[in-house]
């Protein structure tokens, strides 16, 4: 059984940082391409970055420059790096195998202005 484990969300400043953590098991992690995503309240999941089983890495417009997914396939877990975050980056977090299985629980970003 697939299972996906986000941590590492936090309310934070305007301006702030935070590492979002994804373990993954149930799976090949290593042969498999993972994405993040978000969903802030009222909105659709929207599409932040992937990074291939290679670690080629893919960043949406939105947020390149200011986050970067990376990955450790030793303890199974993909990486969301943000930084200068802003009010508008509030949001649950999610990341999924590319193409998805089950959703985790997602973890919460809050950023204050």
């Known amino acids: 059984q697939v299972q996906v484990v986000e941590s590492g969300g936090d309310l934070v400043q305007a301006g702030g940082s935070l590492r979002l953590s994804c373990e993954v098991s149930?799976?090949?992690?290593?042969?498999?391409?993972m994405a993040w995503y978000r969903q802030a309240p009222g909105k659709r999941r929207e599409f932040l970055a992937r990074?291939?089983?290679?670690?080629?890495?893919l960043h949406d417009a939105s947020v390149k420059g200011r986050f970067t997914i990376s990955r450790d396939n030793a303890v199974n877990t993909v990486y969301l790096q943000m930084n200068n975050l802003k009010p508008e980056d509030t949001a649950v977090y999610y990341c999924?195998?590319?193409?998805?299985?089950?959703w985790g629980q997602g973890t919460q970003v809050t950023v204050s202005s």
């Open positions: 999924n195998r590319l193409p998805n299985v089950s």
């Open positions: 149930g799976l090949s992690f290593s042969t498999s391409d």
């Open positions: 990074i291939s089983s290679g670690g080629h890495k």
